[in-house]
């Protein structure tokens, strides 16, 4: 064996390694199958119990619906061709580490390709939804997009160093040729997530906060407290955890020589695919359109004062959420106008993330 493969094989080698990995990734595939059935009947269905229907072309979301099938196909693709390297390395060939450590062998590659792009195409969706939230401010996900193409550049790198001729062929990716890439690609992907997740969940929770603080300003007692946001916020934090944990621990094992790379690789792959099924099911079409658009004729009253009969005035607070016939994006307004109808004098004042407060005052 080559002297550029460093790695710990009297304590945990590569063939236990790769056994284990396929062990975990399998199971994490059985969790990640549950999550696709819900997902695809948020993505395809709409409606309960008598009124449930399938959803017509023009009212799918097609792009979260071409992820959704990409990354089903990459992680069903990996896990297959992972039992196969394992097929080939124990029943077919005579010595199973000459098998896995050919890094040439197209299965490494493709498994390669696989787990870069699954992951690349999770943090696409994530700045995808953080730029839709903040009204599509690039300013906003200017780093995060920055990061993002930091890591398409180590993955291209990563594959490249794979693919070469000139690289050795008897080494693991735990080599001194592969592993800065493989390092690279994962710190970089964790600090993406890290900081996209977070600027993500701070403008959900400052779009609650405001709403409650506005009501609590106009000097009634609220009766019903949206709750939609804060599970939207807890999802969002949980799978964004869940998946960085991940990535995180694959680099440290990546930084400590470890062939445990292999198996929490193959695991961070998957979990990949669940984030994202997860949140998707958590955030359908019609959550987003309570927490991004107002619409005038669904209005959910949140306060009510007395009748104007008493000679005072009359507070109505109300949170009208709008679903434009064309898109299912954030429309992020900061509008206020004043008109008068039947001597109500009336002010609608658009918050952030659409959430529009209309204020009547009708005058004895």
């Given at each position: 064996m080559s002297n550029n493969t460093t790695t710990a094989e009297g304590?945990?080698?590569?063939?236990?390694?790769?056994?284990?990995?396929?062990?975990c990734e399998t199971l994490f595939y059985g969790m990640y199958l549950v999550t696709c059935t819900f997902c695809a009947h948020t993505l395809l269905i709409?409606?309960?119990?008598?009124?449930?229907?399938?959803?017509?072309?023009?009212?799918?979301?097609?792009?979260?619906?071409?992820?959704?099938?990409a990354l089903f196909a990459i992680c069903t693709f990996d896990t297959a061709i992972g039992?196969?390297?394992?097929f080939h390395a124990f029943v077919r060939s005579t010595n199973p580490e000459k098998e896995f450590l050919n890094i040439a062998d197209w299965i490494n590659i493709a498994r390669s390709v696989n787990q870069t792009i699954a992951m690349i195409l999770g943090d696409f969706v994530l700045i995808y939804r953080c730029w839709i939230v903040?009204?599509?401010?690039?300013?906003?996900?200017?780093?995060?997009?920055?990061?993002?193409?930091?890591?398409?550049?180590?993955?291209?790198?990563l594959i490249e160093v794979e693919a070469n001729p000139n690289t050795l062929r008897a080494i693991s990716l735990n080599s001194s040729q592969i592993r800065p890439w493989w390092l690279a690609?994962?710190?970089?992907?964790?600090?993406?997530?890290t900081l996209t997740t977070s600027i993500l969940i701070w403008r959900i929770w400052r779009v609650e906060r405001e709403s409650e603080r506005f009501m609590n300003q106009s000097g009634s007692v609220m009766v019903h407290q949206p709750r939609h946001l804060r599970k939207v916020i807890r999802v969002i934090a949980e799978s964004g955890a869940a998946y960085t944990t991940c990535?995180?621990?694959?680099?440290?094992?990546?930084a400590?020589?470890?062939?445990?790379?292999?198996?929490?690789?193959?695991?961070?792959?998957?979990?990949?695919?669940?984030?994202?099924?997860?949140?998707l099911v958590r955030s359908s079409a019609r959550r987003d359109h309570q927490f991004t658009m107002f619409d005038q004729n669904d209005r959910t009253t949140i306060l009510e004062a007395p009748p104007p009969s008493t000679g005072s005035a009359t507070l109505r607070g109300s949170l009208n959420f709008h679903r434009h016939s064309k898109s299912q994006d954030v429309e992020l307004m900061g509008i206020k106008s004043e008109h008068k109808t039947d001597g109500r004098l009336s002010h609608d004042i658009v918050y952030p993330a659409g959430i529009k407060v209309t204020t009547d005052v009708v005058r004895s």
């Amino acid at each position: 064996m080559s002297n550029n493969t460093t790695t710990a094989e009297g304590s945990f080698p590569i063939t236990a390694a790769q056994l284990s990995g396929n062990f975990c990734e399998t199971l994490f595939y059985g969790m990640y199958l549950v999550t696709c059935t819900f997902c695809a009947h948020t993505l395809l269905i709409t409606g309960t119990g008598r009124d449930e229907r399938w959803l017509r072309l023009h009212e799918i979301r097609w792009m979260m619906a071409i992820v959704a099938l990409a990354l089903f196909a990459i992680c069903t693709f990996d896990t297959a061709i992972g039992l196969l390297h394992n097929f080939h390395a124990f029943v077919r060939s005579t010595n199973p580490e000459k098998e896995f450590l050919n890094i040439a062998d197209w299965i490494n590659i493709a498994r390669s390709v696989n787990q870069t792009i699954a992951m690349i195409l999770g943090d696409f969706v994530l700045i995808y939804r953080c730029w839709i939230v903040y009204g599509r401010r690039w300013l906003v996900v200017t780093p995060s997009l920055i990061l993002y193409l930091g890591n398409l550049a180590m993955a291209a790198k990563l594959i490249e160093v794979e693919a070469n001729p000139n690289t050795l062929r008897a080494i693991s990716l735990n080599s001194s040729q592969i592993r800065p890439w493989w390092l690279a690609f994962f710190a970089i992907t964790a600090a993406q997530n890290t900081l996209t997740t977070s600027i993500l969940i701070w403008r959900i929770w400052r779009v609650e906060r405001e709403s409650e603080r506005f009501m609590n300003q106009s000097g009634s007692v609220m009766v019903h407290q949206p709750r939609h946001l804060r599970k939207v916020i807890r999802v969002i934090a949980e799978s964004g955890a869940a998946y960085t944990t991940c990535v995180f621990v694959t680099f440290i094992v990546s930084a400590t020589h470890s062939d445990a790379l292999y198996p929490t690789s193959d695991m961070t792959l998957i979990a990949t695919g669940i984030a994202f099924n997860v949140i998707l099911v958590r955030s359908s079409a019609r959550r987003d359109h309570q927490f991004t658009m107002f619409d005038q004729n669904d209005r959910t009253t949140i306060l009510e004062a007395p009748p104007p009969s008493t000679g005072s005035a009359t507070l109505r607070g109300s949170l009208n959420f709008h679903r434009h016939s064309k898109s299912q994006d954030v429309e992020l307004m900061g509008i206020k106008s004043e008109h008068k109808t039947d001597g109500r004098l009336s002010h609608d004042i658009v918050y952030p993330a659409g959430i529009k407060v209309t204020t009547d005052v009708v005058r004895s």
